[in-house]
T-cell receptor, first 114, second 111 residues
Framework: NAGVTQTPKFQVLKTGQSMTLQCAQD?????MSWYRQDPGMGLRLIHY???????DQGEVPNGYNVSRSTTEDFPLRLLSAAPSQTSVYFC?????????????FGAGSRLTVL | DAKTTQPTSMDCAEGRAANLPCNHS???????VYWYRQIHSQGPQYIIH???NNETNEMASLIITEDRKSSTLILPHATLRDTAVYYC????????????FGTGTSLTVIP
């Protein structure tokens, strides 16, 4: 199993450009989510999905769109990039473990918006 | 979900036990305590979780007080590779994967 795979690892955008961060998992996990992490801060939840066709907003959803057409994939779209979206983005998926949920994270995607 | 409070930073000597505290005084009966850690800029890594009883795995031990209002993560023999930010999270079982991370405790293991 590859686990949770994020692409690209690094990306530089200009203000106003759009792009999609890809996230794929091969563990047949039901739940997937996106977080962002700014310097010196913890992770903040952007969007999450409890299954194919179902998505919902987290703490900081503005400026981002998601969709979940398959169990494996959960792409994060930046519609019109802004410098405030410069951050490291982490995708996570989860299973049930001993009656609780355990998150598996990807390696992260570092985005810089100029 | 119950809010957690952790110290901002801690030091520990290499080879000694690292004891990381977490307060969660508003925890309810069906909420689990989870611990994750994040080494440098990598994705967070699951360590351990528990509900009422103390738990141990190959990475760490989790001690939960009888009233469940606080817990301690114990790394029995800290190594330099344990230097990381440790997050304590309280979450209702089966409520999905909306984990909310705070700023955690930055643990530095000193040679």
């Amino acid at each position: 199993n590859a686990g949770v795979t994020q692409t690209p690892k690094f990306q530089v955008l200009k203000t106003g450009q759009s792009m999609t961060l890809q996230c794929a998992q091969d563990m047949n996990h039901e739940y997937m989510s996106w977080y962002r992490q700014d310097p010196g801060m913890g992770l903040r939840l952007i969007h999450y999905s409890v299954g194919a066709g179902i998505t919902d907003q987290g703490e900081v959803p503005n400026g981002y769109n998601v969709s979940r057409s398959t169990t494996e994939d959960f792409p994060l779209r930046l519609l019109s990039a802004a410098p405030s979206q410069t951050s490291v983005y982490f995708c996570a998926s989860s299973i049930r473990h001993s009656g609780a949920n355990v998150l598996t994270f990807g390696a992260g995607s570092r985005l810089t918006v100029l | 979900d119950a809010k957690t409070t952790q110290p901002t930073s801690m030091d520990c000597a290499e080879g000694r036990a690292a004891n990381l505290p977490c307060n969660h005084s508003t925890i309810s009966g069906n909420e689990y305590v989870y611990w994750y850690r994040q080494i440098h800029s990598q994705g967070p890594q699951y360590i351990i979780h528990g509900l009422k009883n103390n738990e141990t795995n190959e990475m760490a031990s989790l001690i939960i007080t009888e009233d469940r209002k606080s817990s301690t993560l114990i790394l029995p023999h800290a190594t330099l590779r344990d230097t990381a930010v440790y997050y304590c999270i309280v979450r209702v079982a089966g409520a999905g994967n909306q984990f909310y991370f705070g700023t955690g405790t930055s643990l530095t293991v000193i040679p």
